[in-house]
Every structure is written in structure tokens, then in C-alpha cells.
């Protein structure tokens, strides 16, 4: 075999393997990206079981503290900017969403405690259980994306995935967080 041959198929088997980096690559941003807009999911699931609960409960406090509107009235608004915002794509229109829902039913449960046969009620009892476990499982939604996010940004930002972002059409994210003063759960006691 001559010389000239040797080196030709050498010069295939690199471009070959650069092809297939490349294609590597480009997959593990992309998969990277989507699993990033998936765990986004997940946060939207859990913000519209949380907005779903807000009625159920809005009705049971009516019931009894009727006079209170003011209150009901802002946990109605919180719910429809929350629902406004689980159908967009602005990670800190979400938080903020999530954090105006959080002082509405803070100040819903501080008007609940001053009705002892309400907090008795079996179906505000169901629906206090029912938001304990979607604020569990939107805490696990949110450290999910966190954790996609970090992963998306770190291939984004390293050698040598950071040239085929661009290829990719893919880019680094925000990271959900908390809005200031926001960083705790609501105090929900009955």
C-alpha cells in the first residue's frame, strides 16, 4: 500500500471520528436541553395542582368567614397570575407567581385559625392534606429543574461541548429560584 493511501484513509477514520464527536456532541446538548424543559414541566404540573386546590379551599373558608373577602379576593388573584404564569416560559415570572400564591394562603390560614368548626371540617382537613403534598412535591419539582439546569449549563459553559451549543441552538438557563423573603414553605397549621 503506498504512502499516499495510508494517509488518506487515516485522513478518513479522523474525519470520521470528528463527525461522530460532533454528533455526540450535538445529542448530549440537545438531550441536556430537553431534559432542562421537562423538569420545567414538572414545576408547571405542580403549580396547576396547586391552583386547582385554591378553589376547593377558597369555598370551604367562605363557608365560614364569608366577611373576610378581601383575602379570598387576593388568593383568587394569586391563583390566575400563578395560572398565567405555569403557561409561560419566564422562569421568574413562575417564582413570583409562586411566591404571591404563598402570601395569599399564608394570610387564608391566618384568618382560618379564628374558626375552630372550619379547621374541624373534614374536607378543609383533606384539602390542608392535599396542599401539604403538592408544596412537597413542588419543592422536589423545583430541585429537580435546578439540578437539569445546572447540568445544561455546565455542558454549555466547558470544553469542548460550549463550540456545538451554538450548533445546537441551545443555551444556558436560569435557575429557579425564590424570590427575597420567599425561600421558606408557607406556614400551613391548622
Known sequence: MSTAAIIGIVVVVIIILLVLFGISGFNKLRKADIAAEEAMGGIDVQLTRRADLIPNLVNTVKGYAAH?????????????????????????????AEAQMSGALGRLFAVAENYPQLQAAPNFMALQTELAGTENKLSFARQYYNDAVSRLNQAVKTLPWMFFAPMAGVKSREFYQAPAGQTEAPNVQF
Open 68 to 96: 373576610e373577602s378581601g383575602v379570598l379576593e387576593a388568593v383568587t388573584a394569586a391563583r390566575a397570575n400563578m395560572q398565567q404564569a405555569a403557561q409561560g416560559s419566564d422562569v421568574s415570572a413562575k417564582a413570583a
